[in-house]
């Protein structure tokens, strides 16, 4: 009953309390990288989402559009402003994603959507991830975020794909506090952010 209905239910409720609780946190943050990034707050991206629909995702951009003389951008740890860092430590580049949960492309518990160049390296098992919508925090976010590769994150998914309960969505949620309160798994131990997928290595 959760998993059909009652979800959506807590995912409007909840965004919607969510956006009204944040919105000074949303305002001020929108007022500085507006300032900071020249005239753009924020990055939009498709996105995979639930049964591979592709969706635009809507965050707060924390990287500049520097690149190199041939036109190439920069690495994300170049691209990364002082201001964008702490804005995306303290995970408030999520918080325009609530939109993403109020039109129904998202949720707030689910597998994070990634992008559509990676739907045809997933393999048999993998791709289950999209048989939900994709949350802006989820089970591989709790256990190990950006620190983990990409097979143990895929692992993470399909098995909360499979375990989808109320109370696994707010245990999520509450280990999402507190991974925000002590800034855990920002960054995997070789990028500022994560490294692309190109396939798993398990094939």
Known sequence: MYKYGLKRVVDIVGSLALLVLASPFFVVTWGLLLFNNGGNA????????KRNRVFRVLKFKTMNDRRDRQGNLLP???????LGAFVRKSSLDELPQLINVLKGDM???GPRPLLVEYLPLYDNEQIRRHEVLPGITGWAQVNGRN???WEQKFSYDVWYVD???FTLDLAILWRTIKKIIVSEGISSATSATMEKFTGSTNV
């Open 163 to 165: 375990n989808i309960s």
């Open 42 to 49: 924020f990055f939009v991206q498709p996105r995979i989402g």
């Open 76 to 82: 994300d740890s170049e691209r990364l402003t002082p």
């Open 107 to 109: 949720s707030l518990i």
């Open 147 to 149: 620190t983990i590769t």
